[in-house]
């Protein structure tokens, strides 16, 4: 089982950024996704998931509207497109992939949002 995060980086205050993170080793369609992040200092947070089908999507009140969950299927990938960033967006971020007693993770993208 394999889940690799990209996309992150620096990007300045208002900018955005799309982090993907590529699955392998287990029935992608059949697990709700999830993106987590975790601040310097901070406890690890809940920022989006995602249903399977990918008909149902919930956020964080901190990311609403500017932050959108979608996932390929076909690709076994899920995305984080991230919009209108603060600097409190600052994090590692990870992926997360969950179905009754499995329970996987990425090990991280970092983002940095900095003027």
């Known amino acids: 089982v394999q889940l690799v995060e990209s996309g992150g980086g620096l990007v300045q205050p208002g900018g955005s950024l799309r982090l993907s993170c590529a699955a392998s080793?287990?029935?992608?369609?059949?697990?709700?996704m999830r993106w987590y992040r975790q601040a310097s200092g901070k406890e690890r947070e809940l920022v989006a998931h995602?249903?399977?089908?990918?008909?149902?999507?919930k956020y964080a009140d901190s990311v609403k509207g500017r932050f959108t969950i979608s996932r390929d299927n076909a690709k076994k990938t899920v995305y984080l497109q991230m919009n209108s960033l603060k600097l409190e967006d600052t994090a590692v971020y990870y992926c997360?992939?969950?179905?009754?007693?499995?329970?996987?993770w990425g090990q991280g993208t970092e983002v940095t949002v900095s003027s």
């Open positions: 997360n992939a969950r179905r009754l007693a499995s329970d996987y």
């Open positions: 080793g287990f029935p992608f369609s059949m697990y709700i």
């Open positions: 995602i249903s399977g089908g990918g008909g149902s999507t």
